[in-house]
């Protein structure tokens, strides 16, 4: 495996980081001796051995050191310097190091990068001569990590943990910030629900137990690119009564649920049994289970979810031309992860759907209520993880100052929905914001506005901090005082009182004045040009002023605190507030995003009939630079199966997926673009498009579209949309076609599903014939002397060909082979002519009982496929070998515009990915 720069997110988060940790993390401390270190090294060899595959973050002062293997690893990833520190066993010993100011950075590369991290901190102030207590405070791994820099802000981030019984297997997701947890029980051998529910919740890390039946799924997670973990825990030790403790902290059903499900009893203790290594403090906070079935909300298999880029896109992984980056409308980070839940999993059920919009269709209706209500959600932040790090005791004071002022807003939001009270959805919002008052009141008197050093408290809060203040503030001026006596005194006018970290206070005098110290000053230091002096008043001043300095300190740490856990005392009620304020944010995103796209409320009826006037593709409209032209839909009993041609670039795929889209919005609640929507319920969504293979699990291009379109088959039902875009066209055409073929008719005569079905094999045109609801449309297009002319218009009837060398003119193909082609298709053209003579015009609807003279036509075609196949790998091979070359040619330009001498190292190994990177 091979990890490119920009893509290691991504990559890692779809798992090859297990790889790379497994690989590169060998144990190697135990094979030390450890007996000749240092006191310092053997401290670190005893951390060392408690944390077997991490790296080790080994504070010394201000920065976190790696040694060994660890600085080896972390040095070649981080593209840092690799340094050596003393010797062990006669060989120096490798050693680099990141600064503590810096260490998000570095973590964020790393763990990303599928490392685990043990951060190991000094415990106490050094004093000279004496080893510095350490101990590890953190174990970051990617689904337990809890600081926002080190979070995709808009990514909820679950640790999964996957238990297969005998008969069933659950699915845990939890979500540490939150405090959530989702499971859900499937039949045993159910791998494709597995797939599609790890697409919905898209976990940070994958818990597998170490046990036999479980071992066989690591290869089936890694090969979809997560990152897993095994998770040793003997459910019949002491660690097995704690955790069944902790499963009482559940409500009484949700207990007898698990009592009902062994699978969802070990999957629990298993993600406990880590948690508990990884994050303990967390596991006070997780007293419910939400149960569900995948059912419940719309289905869409991993590969739809996929096909559709709903949440990422399908080049990079990002977000660019997504639905999501459409949908996300809001202003919080928290808003955005809710829009993100919401289009993971649409509604099924209609009073729900409703609900939500009503609520969109209130700020839509009222411009100025959303306005008002985007500035007020504007002063949240991200309250819901500033929540989560309250509860988890890892915020800090910025968490607090910003938790006050979202506190102070919150009264002004309730005036706001008040005015909506007949808006069910802004009731429920409203009933879940309880009266902070007293807390914002607590905070906004004892938080300091601007902290930093002595700072964290305000002035006025304590009379004791206050007292301790003054008298630093007198001291300071005692210390001005002293400085104009000893001035006077020495009649040295430049004569000045200083402070540093090393000396403290010192009186300095210039060389120039040297004479006139007098005998009672005692030197400190001699510097070029001047001398440091103290005396005995200065040395008691300097201490008073220290000692004043510490108390001030240990009491505002004493205030801050109280002030913590008076503020996590309400950590449940808090968690509500922030859970309500990220719905409302996100009705509030789609509102916007309705109101700025011209969007519309789609109504649902109780038939299956999918009606839509001018629907629009929410993506591809907003990046069509002359326009986007509108479509309609009627897919209804009369016509429920669409077998759409036309030319290549004609807007086919665009059609199948904006239908699909627009239904999938609308099961969000959220509103459509068209002019008119009045949709069915579907209780599933599948779709089968392009081309993707998936060589990692050892799949061709075409097995994985048979096995995509078998589970369409499998698992389609009457209330289902089917999207079907070129099934059949990764194998001869014969086999395709046929394929296809009994492909429509089954989904046509056994499922009854409403289907769109585009293609290039206009022999499928024939089936309407045969079929009442199946129905031709094509895409239209006009063919000019200066070439093709899409008009996107999608029509009833059949298109009069696909006009490929049409759309190779406009890929820029080589004139010659353009030409060439256009000689091709013309005696090919006259040979099919020659065979059509004696050939039977219908497509026969058993395709084993095929005609001899139809043979003859089909070969023909067989040819001229065969031969369009020709041309377009000369077409491919063509642009590839002009894409290498200019790729080379930029490196090339770039090399010779470089400035070596300005460059770092750091810089350089930079550059060298990129071109590597490009090069691939
Ligand atoms: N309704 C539309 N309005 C404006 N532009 C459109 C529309 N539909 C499609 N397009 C543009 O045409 C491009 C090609 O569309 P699409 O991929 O849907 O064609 P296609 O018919 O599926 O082609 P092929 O047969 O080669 O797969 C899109 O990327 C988009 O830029
Ligand atoms: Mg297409």
Redesign the pocket.
């Known amino acids: 495996m091979r990890l490119q720069r920009g893509q290691v997110a991504y990559l890692c988060k779809r798992g090859y980081g297990y790889t790379l940790l497994s690989a590169g993390l060998k144990p190697f401390w135990h094979l030390m001796n450890t007996e000749k270190h240092t006191p310092l090294m053997q401290q670190y060899h005893d951390i060392r051995r408690e944390h077997p595959d991490t790296l080790l973050f080994f504070q010394v002062g201000d920065f976190y050191e790696l040694f060994f293997e660890d600085a080896k690893k972390a040095s070649a990833f981080l593209g840092i310097a690799l340094t050596a520190r003393g010797k062990s066993g006669g060989e120096p010993i490798p050693l680099c190091g990141v600064p503590i100011h810096a260490k998000e950075h570095y973590l964020h590369k790393l763990i990303k990068g599928g490392f685990r991290v043990a951060i190991c901190d000094q415990q106490e102030e050094p004093t000279p001569g004496k080893l510095v207590r350490r101990a590890v405070t953190q174990v970051l791994t990617p689904g337990t990590l809890t600081d926002s820099k080190l979070l995709d802000e808009k990514s909820a981030s679950y640790l999964f943990s996957f238990y297969p019984g005998e008969r069933e297997w659950t699915l845990l997701f939890g979500e540490l910030l939150t405090a959530q947890l989702w499971a859900t029980t499937v039949p045993a051998n159910s791998e494709r629900i597995v797939e599609s529910e790890l697409a919905r919740f898209f976990p940070d890390e994958l818990l597998i137990p170490n046990i036999k039946a479980a071992k066989p799924f690591i290869p089936f997670f890694k090969k979809q690119g997560y990152f897993t973990t095994l998770v040793d825990g003997d459910i019949r030790s002491d660690g097995n009564a704690t955790a069944q403790e902790w499963l009482q902290r559940f409500p009484e059903n949700t207990q007898q649920l698990i009592q009902k499900h062994e699978s969802m009893r070990l999957a629990l203790y298993y993600f406990y049994a880590y948690i508990k290594r990884t994050q303990q403090t967390s596991l006070d906070q997780f007293n419910q289970l939400f149960v569900y079935k995948p059912e419940d909300f719309l289905v869409m298999d991993a590969a739809t979810q996929r096909n559709l880029e709903l949440i990422r896109n399908n080049q990079n992984g990002g977000y660019t031309n997504t639905l999501f980056a459409v949908m996300d409308g809001a202003t919080t980070p928290m808003g955005s992860r809710m829009i993100k839940k919401w289009l993971q999993r649409p509604l099924i059920k209609k009073e729900a759907i409703v609900q939500r919009q009503d609520a969109i269709a209130a700020f839509v209706c009222e411009m100025p209520f959303l306005q008002t209500m985007q500035q007020l959600l504007a002063s949240m932040g991200d309250m819901e993880r500033m929540v989560g790090r309250i509860a988890l005791s890892r915020a800090q004071h910025h968490d607090y100052t910003a938790l006050k002022k979202c506190l102070e807003v919150i009264p002004e939001i309730r005036v706001q929905l008040q005015q909506y009270s007949a808006t069910a959805l802004f009731n429920v919002i409203s009933s879940h914001m309880a009266d902070f008052s007293a807390l914002s009141d607590l905070l906004h008197r004892a938080l300091h506005d601007e902290p930093g050093g002595n700072k964290l408290i305000k002035a006025g809060f304590d009379q004791q901090l206050d007292y301790m203040r003054n008298l630093i503030e007198n001291s300071n001026r005692s210390i001005v005082e002293l400085e104009r006596k000893e001035q006077g005194e020495t009649t040295i006018s430049s004569l000045k009182i200083r402070y540093n970290n090393v000396h403290g206070y010192y009186i300095e005098i210039t060389n120039p004045n040297k004479h006139l110290v007098p005998e009672r000053y005692k030197r400190r230091q001699t510097l070029v040009g001047k001398e440091r002096y103290t005396t005995p008043e200065l040395l008691s001043l300097a201490h008073e002023i220290e000692r004043a300095h510490a108390q001030i300190e240990a009491r505002e740490k004493e205030l801050f605190d109280q002030v913590k856990r008076t503020v996590a005392e309400q950590s449940t009620p808090l968690r509500k507030l922030a859970h309500a304020l990220a719905h409302l944010d996100a009705i509030h995103g789609f509102a916007k995003v309705a109101y700025n796209n011209g969007y519309i409320r789609p109504t649902f009826t109780d038939t299956r009939d999918i009606t839509i006037a001018d629907g ?2 929410p993506i ?2 907003q ?2 630079q ?6 309609d839909t009627n897919l209804n009993d009369a016509q429920s199966l669409w077998i759409i041609t ?13 239908v699909a889209l627009l239904c999938i919005m609308a099961q969000c609640g959220a509103f459509v673009p068209a002019k008119r929507a009045e949709l069915a319920l579907l209780d599933r969504v599948f779709t089968r498009i392009g081309a993707g293979d998936n060589l990692a699990a050892g799949k061709s291009t075409f097995l994985v579209e048979m096995e995509e379109t078998a589970s369409i088959c499998a698992h389609a039902t009457k209330k289902s949309l089917v999207i079907l ?2 099934v059949g066209r990764g194998t001869s055409t014969f086999d395709g076609l046929a394929i296809a073929h009994a492909v429509i008719e089954y989904l046509y005569t056994h499922i009854g599903a409403r289907c769109l079905f ?1 293609t ?1 094999y206009h022999e499928l045109t024939t089936l309407p014939a045969q079929y009442p609801g199946i129905v031709p449309f094509y ?1 239209a297009s006009k063919k000019t002397d200066s070439g093709i002319v ?1 008009l ?2 999608i029509m009833q009837g059949v298109a009069d060909g ?1 006009f490929g060398i049409e ?1 190779a003119k406009l890929a820029n193909l080589p004139d010659e082979v353009i030409s060439k082609a256009v000689e091709h298709l013309k005696t090919l053209t006259e040979h099919e002519q020659a065979y059509a003579h004696h050939a039977v015009p219908a497509v026969p609807a058993d395709v084993s009982g095929v005609a001899e003279s139809d043979c003859v036509r089909r070969s023909s075609q067989e040819r001229s496929r065969k031969m369009d196949d020709r041309l377009l790998q000369e077409n491919r091979r063509l642009k590839e070998k002009i894409a290498a070359l200019q790729k080379q040619a930029a490196i090339i330009t770039e090399l010779q515009n470089l400035s070596l001498d300005e460059l770092t190292p750091k810089q350089a190994f930079d550059l060298l990915w990129q071109w590597k990177d490009h090069q691939a």
């Not at 002359?626 to 479509?631: A, H, Q, R, V, Y």
């Open positions: 629009r593709h591809v409209e990046n069509a002359t326009g986007f032209i509108p479509n036309g030319p290549n670039m004609g807007g086919k795929s665009t059609y199948l997926r904006q875009d070129e585009a290039h895409a899409f996107y218009k696909s759309v």
